[in-house]
C-alpha cells in the first residue's frame, strides 16, 4: 500500500512539474508575441509621425485652390416645350439639388461607398485601418480607405494632372483638403455635390444623367433595385456596366443591397424583394 502511494505521489509531482514546465514555455511565447506587437506598434506610429511631419509643411490649403466648374448638359426645346435635343461635351451631367434624388440613391451611395460618411469628418481612420489590414492579407491592394469628402475633393479641386503624383502624397493631399472642406460644408451639401461630380460610367457624370442614361427617368423618380444598381457602379465603371455585363452588374447591385440591409437602411423584405 505505501509502495502504491508512493509511486501515485510521484506521478503527481512528474505531471506537476510537466504543466509547470508547459506553462513556462507558453507564458514565455506570450511575452514574446506582446512585446513583438508593441514594438510594431510602436515602430508603425513613429514612421507615420516621422513621415507625417516630413510631409506636412507642404500640406494644401483649401483657400489656395479653386474648384473646376462643373460641365452640364444644354437641353434644346421647340416652341410646345418638347425635348428636342441635349447638347453636351466629354461631360453629360445634369446639376440637380439633394431634395432631387430619390433618397434610396442617397443611402445606396452612403452604404456602399463611405458607410461611416455621418461620422467622421472627412477622414475615416477605421476605413483606413481596415483597409490596410486587407491589402496586407492579400498581399494586394484590395481596397481604399477614402471618404466620399475625400473623392469630392479630388473630383473637383485636384487637377486631373496632378492626380498622377505618387499615391501617399496625393492621398496625404486628398486627406488635408477633405478635412478643411468639413469644416465649411454640412454633410447633405457634400452628399449633394458628390452625387453630382461622380462618374456613373457611359459618359454619365453624376445622379440626374445615370438615372436618364440607364432607367430613361429622373434621379427622383428611381427604385431601390435602380439605385443600387447605379451605387454599385461608382466603383468600377467599366466593370460594373449594365449595359455591357449585366450579370456583373447585378451581382454587384445585390453587394449594395446587402450593404444597405447590414448598415440598417432597408429591412429583409424590402431587400428580398429588390434582390428578385
Given at each position: 500500500d505505501l509502495a502504491r502511494v508512493s509511486r501515485r505521489r510521484k506521478r503527481r509531482q512528474i505531471k506537476r512539474q510537466s504543466c509547470g514546465r508547459a506553462w513556462g514555455i507558453v507564458r514565455i511565447l506570450l511575452v514574446g508575441v506582446f512585446s513583438a506587437s508593441l514594438l510594431s506598434v510602436v515602430a508603425g506610429v513613429g514612421a507615420f509621425a516621422y513621415t507625417y511631419r516630413t510631409v506636412?509643411?507642404?500640406?494644401?490649403?483649401?483657400?489656395?485652390?479653386?474648384?473646376?466648374?462643373?460641365?452640364?448638359?444644354?437641353?434644346?426645346?421647340?416652341?410646345?416645350?418638347?425635348?428636342?435635343?441635349?447638347?453636351?461635351?466629354?461631360?453629360?451631367?445634369?446639376?440637380?439639388?439633394?431634395?432631387?434624388?430619390?433618397?434610396?440613391?442617397?443611402?445606396?451611395?452612403?452604404?456602399?461607398?463611405?458607410?461611416?460618411?455621418?461620422?467622421?469628418?472627412?477622414?475615416?481612420?477605421?476605413?483606413?485601418?481596415?483597409?490596410?489590414?486587407?491589402?496586407?492579407?492579400?498581399?494586394?491592394?484590395?481596397?481604399?480607405?477614402?471618404?466620399?469628402?475625400?473623392?469630392?475633393?479630388?473630383?473637383?479641386?485636384?487637377?486631373?494632372?496632378?492626380?498622377?503624383?505618387?499615391?501617399?502624397?496625393?492621398?496625404?493631399?486628398?486627406?488635408?483638403?477633405?478635412?478643411?472642406?468639413?469644416?465649411?460644408?454640412?454633410?447633405?451639401?457634400?452628399?449633394?455635390?458628390y452625387l453630382n461630380t461622380v462618374y456613373f460610367g457611359a459618359n454619365a457624370y453624376g445622379a440626374e444623367a445615370a438615372a436618364r442614361t440607364y432607367y430613361n427617368k429622373a434621379a427622383a423618380d428611381l427604385t431601390l433595385p435602380e439605385s443600387a444598381m447605379l451605387a454599385g457602379i461608382i466603383n468600377l465603371p467599366g466593370t460594373y456596366d449594365p449595359f455591357s455585363d449585366p450579370e456583373s452588374a447585378k451581382a454587384r447591385r445585390n453587394v449594395v443591397l446587402d450593404r444597405m440591409l447590414e448598415h440598417g437602411y432597408i429591412d429583409e423584405e424590402e431587400h428580398a424583394a429588390a434582390a428578385a
Open positions: 506636412s509643411e507642404n500640406l494644401p490649403e483649401l483657400d489656395r485652390y479653386r474648384n473646376t466648374e462643373l460641365a452640364q448638359t444644354s437641353v434644346v426645346y421647340n416652341s410646345a416645350g418638347e425635348v428636342v435635343d441635349e447638347l453636351h461635351g466629354v461631360q453629360n451631367r445634369f446639376v440637380v439639388a439633394l431634395s432631387e434624388v430619390d433618397p434610396t440613391l442617397r443611402d445606396a451611395v452612403v452604404a456602399i461607398e463611405d458607410q461611416r460618411f455621418y461620422e467622421h469628418r472627412g477622414l475615416d481612420f477605421e476605413a483606413v485601418g481596415r483597409a490596410a489590414w486587407e491589402n496586407v492579407r492579400s498581399l494586394s491592394i484590395q481596397e481604399g480607405g477614402s471618404t466620399i469628402t475625400q473623392q469630392l475633393v479630388k473630383n473637383t479641386y485636384i487637377a486631373q494632372e496632378q492626380r498622377q503624383i505618387p499615391s501617399f502624397r496625393r492621398k496625404m493631399a486628398e486627406a488635408s483638403l477633405a478635412w478643411q472642406y468639413e469644416e465649411i460644408h454640412s454633410k447633405d451639401k457634400i452628399l449633394e455635390q
